[in-house]
C-alpha cells in the first residue's frame, strides 16, 4: 500500500484535532440536566426549523432513492414443480445462452431443447438454492445446432420468473411458453446481474420472506421477529416484486430519520445551527445511506430506537407521562423489528431510574402510579405489539384468530428458534469484525463488487463516515468529562444512550459486522451536536467551526459516494483514492 494513501485520513484526524481545540473551557455550566427544565421558547419548532427539515428531506431523498433498483423486473412467476414448461420459438436458431430471473423457494432446472418438439436433449441444469433467489441467472449453452423449441423441467419449490434465449450474436430469439408467466414481460430481461436489478447480502432472506407475508406462503427468513419483512412488504406491494419494491420502505425511513433527528436534537440544546448542522452530519454518513438502501431490518430498528430516546428525553425533561407511552410504543415496534432494540429498552430502564432517583422528592405514590404505566406501556403495549407481528405467520399456516393454541404455539417456538440460531451460530466471513473495530472504523463490510473488463468496478459497503466516527469518539470523551465531573443530565443521557447499543456486543461470541454499530451512530451525531452547542456557549467563531466540521462530512461524503453508490468507476483511481487503510475493500 503506497504510503501516500494515508495522507487523507491523516489530514481528516488533523481537522477534527483543530475543531476539538476550538472547544471553551468544558467547566463551564451544564447545558442541561434530567431533573432541570429547559428553555422551551428555544426549543420550539418554527417555520425556519419546518423548511431546513423539509430541504434536507427533499436533497437527501433525492440523493436517496436514486439509482436505488430497477422497478422493471419480473412480477409473474411459476412453480414447475407439478408441470413442465415449453417454448416455441418463432424460428429456429441455435441458442448458446439462456438467461432467467428466480423466484423464492428451492428446486432445480433441466433445460432441453428439441428441432421436432418431440424428442429433447438436456443442454444445461441449474440449482436454485437459498443465495440463489430474486437475481438474474445466466446460463451458456453449447450445442451447435438449431432448435424450435424449449423445455425447463423443474422439482422442489421454487418460483421461476422470465425466461429468454439468445443466440451468439446477442439477439433474443423470440418465443411463446405454455407456461404464460415465463414469456410475458420480455421488457424485463436484462444481459448482466448487479445490484440495481437483482438482490444482494441479507435481501436474498428479507425480501424475500416479504414477499413471503404478502402471499400467505411460509416464511423462509425466521431468526428475526416479523415486522421489519412486513415494513418492507409495503414497497412491495406499492412498487411490486422488484429491487426498487422491496427497497423503497427501508429508503423512506431513512429519509424520515432526518426530521427525527432534527428534533431531537433541537429539543435537547434548543440550537437551530446544532440541530441543522447535526442533521447534515447525520445525512452524510456512509452507515445512514448505504444501510438503508438496502433491504434488511436494520434501518426500522435504528428508527424506532431514535424515537424511543426522544420520547423518554421529552418525558425527563417536561414530566410528560404522553412521551413516556410513546417511548413504550417505540420499544415495543422496535422490538418487534429486531431484538438488538431490547438492548435500547435496557437503556431506557436506567435513565427511568435516574429520573425518579432525581425526582424522588415527588413522593412514593406519583412513582407508584409512574412505575405502573409503565408496566402497561413498556410491557404490556409490546408485548401485544409483538405478538400482533405474528399475523403473516397464522395466515401463512391457515390459523384463524389470534386468541387460540395454535397461534400461540407459533409465536413462542419461533422465540425458541431465534434465540437457539443467535446463541449457537457459528460460522465464518471475510468482513466480520468486532466492536472495538467498529469504533475505530477499521473494517467496514463490503455488500457488492462487481469487476468489469475495461478496468472498471461497480462496490459498496457499510461503515461510518471517517469524519462521525472519529469525531464522534472524540466527543464521547468531552461526555464523560461532563457527566462524570460537571453532571450534566444530558451528556448522561447520551452516553447510557450509547453504551446501551455497545455494551451488549462485548460480550457476544458470535459472528458480528460493521452494520451493528449502525444504532450507535445516532449517540454519535448526539454527541457531535451537544460538542457543537458547547462551542456556541463560549466560542466566537463557533459559527465556522461547525460549518467547517459539517462541510468536511459533505465533502466526504460526496468523494466516497462511488463506493456507496455502487457507482461504476475506474478501479485502480478508486483504489487509490478510497482506500485509506488496509482493511478497507475499496
Known amino acids: 500500500m503506497s504510503m501516500t ?23 463551564i455550566t451544564p447545558i442541561g440536566s434530567l431533573s432541570g427544565q429547559k428553555n422551551h421558547r428555544r426549543q420550539a419548532l418554527d417555520r425556519t426549523d419546518l423548511l431546513l427539515m423539509l430541504g434536507i428531506c427533499l436533497v437527501f431523498g433525492a440523493v436517496d432513492f436514486a439509482m436505488l433498483g430497477s422497478l422493471n423486473d419480473p412480477h409473474t412467476y411459476a412453480m414447475l414443480s407439478e408441470e413442465e414448461a415449453v417454448l416455441t ?26 428441432q421436432d418438439g418431440t424428442n429433447y436433449f438436456d443442454v444445461t441444469h441449474f440449482t436454485q438454492d437459498a443465495g ?35 443466440s451468439a450474436d446477442g439477439t433474443k430469439m423470440q418465443a411463446t411458453s405454455s407456461v404464460a408467466a415465463l414469456c410475458d414481460e420480455p421488457e424485463t430481461v436484462r444481459r448482466t446481474y448487479d445490484f440495481y436489478n437483482s438482490s444482494y447480502f441479507d435481501e436474498i432472506y428479507h425480501a424475500r420472506t416479504a414477499w413471503e407475508h404478502l402471499n400467505k406462503v411460509a416464511p423462509y427468513e425466521i431468526s428475526h421477529p416479523p415486522l421489519g419483512k412486513i415494513l418492507i412488504s409495503f414497497g412491495i406491494a406499492l412498487f411490486g416484486m422488484s429491487p426498487f419494491g422491496w427497497r423503497f420502505s427501508g429508503t423512506l425511513f431513512g429519509v424520515l430519520m432526518l426530521p427525527v433527528m432534527y428534533v431531537f436534537i433541537k429539543k435537547m440544546f434548543g440550537s437551530r445551527r446544532a440541530a441543522f448542522c447535526g442533521t447534515l452530519v447525520f445525512a452524510s454518513d456512509f452507515m445512514h445511506f448505504v444501510q438503508t438502501r438496502i433491504a434488511t431490518i436494520d434501518t426500522y430498528a435504528v428508527f424506532f430506537i431514535l424515537l424511543m430516546y426522544l420520547f423518554m428525553y421529552l418525558f425527563v425533561t417536561k414530566d410528560d407521562w404522553t412521551m413516556l407511552a410513546l417511548c413504550g410504543i417505540s420499544f415495543g415496534l422496535g422490538a418487534a423489528s429486531k431484538w438488538t432494540c431490547i438492548y435500547a ?28 404505566f409503565c408496566v402497561a406501556f413498556f410491557v404490556i403495549v409490546p408485548c401485544a405489539i409483538y405478538y400482533l407481528s405474528y399475523l403473516p405467520y397464522g395466515k401463512a399456516a391457515n390459523v384463524r384468530g389470534i386468541f387460540n393454541r395454535e397461534y400461540w404455539d407459533i409465536v413462542i417456538s419461533n422465540q425458541e428458534y431465534m434465540f437457539s440460531y443467535h446463541s449457537s451460530l457459528v ?6 469484525s468486532k466492536w472495538y473495530q467498529w469504533m475505530l472504523d477499521i473494517r467496514p463490510i463490503l455488500y457488492y463488487l462487481q469487476y ?18 472519529w469525531g464522534g469518539l472524540l466527543a ?11 453532571r450534566d443530565g444530558d451528556a448522561a443521557f447520551l452516553l447510557i ?20 454499530y449502525f444504532p450507535c451512530s445516532i449517540f454519535l451525531v448526539l454527541a457531535l451536536a451537544y460538542v457543537f452547542r458547547l462551542m456556541e456557549k463560549g466560542n466566537r467563531y463557533a459559527g465556522f467551526y461547525i460549518s467547517a466540521f459539517t462541510g468536511v462530512s459533505l465533502v466526504l461524503f460526496v468523494v466516497f459516494y462511488p463506493a456507496l453508490s455502487g457507482m461504476r468507476v475506474d478501479n485502480a483511481a478508486a483504489s487509490q483514492l478510497l482506500g485509506w487503510l488496509p482493511t478497507w475493500p475499496f
Do not use: M
Open 452 to 469: 468489469f473488463d475495461d478496468g472498471t468496478r461497480s462496490s459498496f459497503g457499510a461503515f461510518l463516515n471517517p469524519v462521525l466516527c
Open 345 to 372: 429498552g435496557a437503556g431506557l430502564a436506567v435513565l427511568w431510574a435516574l429520573y425518579w432517583i432525581c425526582n424522588r422528592r415527588k413522593g412514593f405514590r406519583i412513582f407508584a402510579c409512574n412505575a405502573f
Open 89 to 114: 420459438f418463432e424460428a429456429p436458431g441455435t441458442p448458446t445462452e439462456v438467461r432467467f430471473f428466480t423466484g423464492v423457494g428451492y428446486g432445480e432446472y433441466t433445460i432441453s431443447l428439441s
Open 497 to 516: 444512550g450509547y453504551l446501551a447499543q455497545l455494551l451488549p456486543w462485548v460480550f457476544v461470541p458470535r459472528l458480528t459486522f460493521a452494520y451493528h
Open 132 to 166: 440463489d433467489v430474486l437475481r438474474w441467472e445466466i446460463l451458456t449453452i453449447e450445442t451447435g445446432w438449431d432448435a424450435s423449441f424449449a423445455r425447463i423441467t423443474g422439482t422442489g419449490n421454487a418460483w421461476l420468473g422470465e425466461v429468454a434465449f439468445f
Open 427 to 432: 460460522a465464518e466471513h471475510p468482513y466480520s
Open 476 to 486: 464521547l470523551f468531552v461526555l464523560v468529562y461532563r457527566a462524570v465531573w460537571r
Open 5 to 27: 494513501r494515508y495522507i487523507f485520513p491523516a489530514v481528516v484526524l488533523v481537522l477534527l484535532l483543530l475543531f476539538f481545540l476550538g472547544l471553551p473551557d468544558l467547566s
